[in-house]
């Protein structure tokens, strides 16, 4: 267990790694590795490491595969950090990705990914043993640069160090979920999402098993079988892979899982109401974070009996884990009092020390809050917010959720929340596009059969005023998917625009 402020990531690792040998560290497909075989492949990676470059950022082609995960381990063991690239992901995406980073040398365990400007490193052959000591990093070493889109355009790095991922740790382990060798634990992420690092580093640390999805697989039936056929114990999703599970729920039992985490996007009340039947033994916990504060900073227990808080229907995001700082901002950029929404800013341990290469958006994105304490940093979020009486947090959508409609300003999440009221156990979003005549106009798009689009509307038009009513209802046969599994909205928005037009 890291302990704040005292132990070392690596040391942690390796002494979990020895302690739990026999153990299966890891499931691939259908193959279990021990923790055994994970030292041994960590110990193998660290030697072509050394062979092959000095610099402190090394780029990591993220196939699901054995040796990728002993390659995150590898090089923080070398005391460097991993840029994770998807090898989905188009080649021109990744050499921008490298490009902007400044990352000259790229590991890969399965494949030459072609990228111009990079040296590959293949880390499937087989090196002469040698011993390997545990060193010691400062905190301020980085451990991973993970890139995110940009309002620009142009992906953001966000560098986490060492330190802000053991506090993310001690955080985590404050929340009471006592993870230990005897769980099984769901990682559906792709490793350049930054929920992934929960989903393997602390299994890793307490002597878990991993379950890793294929890429070659439909990710919400390899999870509901997993879940089911493996009794997997831990699992931290994101609410869409709910979404499409729904219409299964009467058949999904899995009383084996004790913790279901959500993160990654907003909760819909609703949603878990009817999911907790199917994890009747689980606590659920209702997590929130920006990349730019390590994975996830605050938490709400869902209440089985009733009395959930939320907003438009969404679960609140609850109160900041341990070592993190919070505060609500209005327009003006100070801090109002609980009862008041604006935008949530983050201080503490698990934040960022600012983006890679990037003064510019820093000054833009770290602040100091004039009526509150000079010595404290804080990072925007662009997260909409109201911290209740008890200190709790409710969320109520993106800034940048927020559009003007006829020169009223409207939250989609408003939209959404009564169109689902209407929409019983269907999955669907609300985008605003530029119409032809170049006003902004909001789009309602469900998935799958078309539904009665003239009750829609006029049922919409019952509850919310003109302005707020989509123009249009359309209908796609699937919502498409990011590659952290959450609705993408930007992919939504364009095909909706061109609809339109």
């Given at each position: ?417 009564h169109a689902k009221g209407l929409l019983s156990r269907r999955n669907m979003v609300v985008v605003a596009v530029r119409n032809a005549s170049g006003n902004t106009e909001l789009v309602l798009v469900t998935e799958g059969a078309e539904a009665n689009d003239r009750e829609l509307v006029r049922g919409l038009k019952d509850i919310l005023p003109g302005y707020m009513v989509p123009s249009r209802v359309l209908h796609m046969a699937t919502l498409p998917l990011n590659a952290n599994g959450k609705i993408d909205r930007p992919a939504v928005a364009a095909w909706a625009g061109n609809s339109?037009?």
């Amino acid at each position: 267990m890291i302990r704040a402020g005292m132990d070392d990531l690596s040391t942690v690792l390796a002494e979990s790694l020895r302690r739990h040998s026999a153990r299966n560290a890891i499931r691939i497909g259908s193959v279990f590795h021990t923790y055994k075989e994970l030292g041994e492949a960590v110990d193998q990676v660290r030697i072509h490491v050394r062979h092959a470059t000095g610099d402190q950022v090394i780029g990591l082609m993220a196939h699901d595969h054995l040796l990728t995960y002993a390659a995150i381990l590898a090089l923080w063991a070398e005391g460097r950090a991993y840029l994770p690239l998807a090898p989905g992901s188009p080649i021109a995406r990744n050499e921008e990705v490298l490009e902007q980073a400044g990352v000259r040398t790229v590991l890969s365990c399965c494949d030459d990914p072609g990228l111009r400007g990079a040296t590959l490193v293949r880390i499937d052959g087989e090196l002469p043993s040698m011993e390997m000591p545990v060193q010691h990093f400062p905190g301020t070493t980085p451990a991973y640069l993970l890139y995110t889109s940009g309002s620009t355009g142009k992906p953001k790095g966000v560098p986490i160090s060492r330190a802000a991922v053991s506090a993310f740790v001690v955080a985590f382990d404050a929340l009471g979920l006592d993870l230990g060798p005897d769980d099984r634990c769901l990682q559906m992420f792709e490793l350049t999402f930054d929920l992934s690092v929960m989903s393997y580093l602390v299994p890793f640390l307490k002597g878990a098993c991993v379950y890793t999805i294929p890429r070659n697989e439909i990710k919400y039936t390899y999870i509901h079988e997993l879940l089911e056929d493996q009794q997997l114990t831990i699992a931290l999703m994101v609410p869409s892979i709910l979404n499409f599970l729904r219409p299964y729920f009467d058949e999904i039992q899995c009383p084996s899982l004790r913790a279901n985490l959500f993160c990654g996007e907003a909760l819909p009340l609703d949603l878990v109401d009817e999911w907790q039947a199917s994890v009747p033994n689980a606590r659920i916990l209702n997590v929130y974070g920006p990349t730019e504060h390590t994975i996830f900073c605050t938490s709400l227990e869902y209440r089985r009996q009733g009395g959930n808080k939320a907003i438009n229907g969404i679960l609140a995001i609850g109160k900041p884990m341990e070592g993190t700082t919070v505060a609500i901002i209005d327009g003006e950029g100070n801090a109002v009092p609980n009862g008041i929404p604006g935008e949530l800013y983050l201080a503490g341990a698990q934040a960022t020390a600012g983006y890679w290469n990037d003064p510019g958006r820093n000054r833009e994105s770290f602040v100091r809050i004039p009526n509150l304490p000079q010595d404290v940093r804080y990072y925007r979020t662009g997260d909409r917010c109201v911290q209740d009486e008890d200190g709790d947090l409710l969320f109520q959508g993106r800034v940048d959720h927020q559009v003007k409609v006829q020169g009223f300003r409207v939250e989609l999440a408003e939209v959404e929340h009564h169109a689902k009221g209407l929409l019983s156990r269907r999955n669907m979003v609300v985008v605003a596009v530029r119409n032809a005549s170049g006003n902004t106009e909001l789009v309602l798009v469900t998935e799958g059969a078309e539904a009665n689009d003239r009750e829609l509307v006029r049922g919409l038009k019952d509850i919310l005023p003109g302005y707020m009513v989509p123009s249009r209802v359309l209908h796609m046969a699937t919502l498409p998917l990011n590659a952290n599994g959450k609705i993408d909205r930007p992919a939504v928005a364009a095909w909706a625009g061109n609809s339109v037009e």
